[in-house]
Nanobody, 117 residues
Framework: QVQLVESGGGLVQPGGSLRLSCAASGSILSFYNMGWYRQAPGQQRELVATITKDAMINYVDSVKGRFTISRDGAKNTVDLQMNSLKFEDTAVYYC???????????WGQGTQVTVSS
């Protein structure tokens, strides 16, 4: 059974940095696409950043220039380096992954990121 496990969330002051990591277990195949979504209270889940096996990267406009996504395809891991954090980055961050040519989405359990002074 495939599982995605996130780590690295926490409390940080505005302008600070956090690094989120996600590791997949139970998968013998490399995911084609991996990334991060987030959901703030009372809001819909939104895409933050994704990266394909071919290193095609997509960011939501609000994090461009501040967040950097990276992955290790051989290990099925994906990281999100978050710099210059803002109050509005506060949310539960979810790791996401998808195999090529398969409809199913895989999700982690979520990790809380709180930006507060």
């Amino acid at each position: 059974q495939v599982q995605l496990v996130e780590s690295g969330g926490g409390l940080v002051q505005p302008g600070g940095s956090l690094r989120l990591s996600c590791a997949a277990s139970g998968s013998i195949l490399s995911f084609y696409n991996m990334g991060w979504y987030r959901q703030a209270p009372g809001q819909q889940r939104e895409l933050v950043a994704t990266i394909t096996k071919d290193a095609m990267i997509n960011y939501v406009d609000s994090v461009k220039g501040r967040f950097t996504i990276s992955r290790d395809g051989a290990k099925n891991t994906v990281d999100l380096q978050m710099n210059s954090l803002k109050f509005e980055d506060t949310a539960v961050y979810y790791c996401w992954a998808k195999y090529a040519f398969r409809p199913r989405d895989y999700w982690g359990q979520g990790t809380q990121v709180t930006v507060s002074s």
